[in-house]
């Protein structure tokens, strides 16, 4: 099995995240929904292009195509973060290869980004994180749960996520609703993904 190289990029959108450099790592890899493994933002772009609308020949609601299209920005954005390589400072350097690094984007604030080499394959990857993401709480201790909500198409899904309890509830429970969109290559996988409002689903009581 060759091992995937993965590229994650994501914001941090409480300001007490920020400052706290012993959970970097967790929120990276909690908070963060884009992956790619890129050459270059022409070759997703021509193949996001012929997806913008699901495969099936079934008839796409306004509200499906307004999930797919917020679901393709928030990959277009993620990825324009990770292809503009200047004013990145690295954080954490760890033995086995992995990097994080965060910069300062205007009208964004503070994103990181984390480069690691998994032995995984692609395929196994776009399982585990887009075709069966309401199983993520069985390897993520930071993660109670996640529900898909939506499915705007095979590409799209609009999900509720809970984070877990931590210890003496410092942080405070939060819950997210967020679309998420994939793009699957034959050697790489996209997914993005980004916070939404759903009518049928509103602030739930006892979370953030």
């Not at 679901?71 to 954005?77: D, H, P, S």
Request: aromatic share 6%; hydrophobic share 40%.
């Amino acid at each position: 099995m060759m091992p995937a190289v993965v590229k994650l990029c994501c914001g941090i959108s409480y300001p007490h995240l920020r400052s706290m450099s012993g959970l970097q790592r967790t929120a990276v890899a909690v908070i963060g929904q884009e992956i790619t493994h890129m050459k270059h933002w022409a070759q997703i772009k021509h193949h996001m292009g012929k997806h913008a609308e699901p495969k099936t020949e079934v008839a796409v609601s306004e509200d499906q195509l307004f999930y797919i299209q917020h679901g393709k920005e928030a990959l277009r954005k993620a990825v324009s973060m990770l292809e503009d390589r200047d004013g990145w400072k690295v954080e954490i350097k760890e033995n086995n290869g992995d990097v994080i690094c965060s910069k300062v984007i205007p009208g964004t604030g503070k994103v990181f980004r984390l480069e690691a080499v998994l032995e995984a394959s692609v395929d196994d990857l776009y399982d585990l994180l887009f075709v069966r993401v309401e199983e993520m709480h069985q390897w993520n201790p930071s993660v109670q749960h996640i529900k898909v909500l939506k499915r705007a198409g095979p590409e799209t899904t609009v999900t509720h996520e809970v984070s877990a309890e931590t210890v003496g509830n410092f942080i405070g429970q939060r819950d997210f609703l967020s679309v998420r969109h994939s793009c699957k290559q034959k050697s790489s996988v996209y997914l993005g993904g980004a916070a939404i409002r759903l009518e049928s689903f509103p602030p739930q009581a006892g979370f953030v």
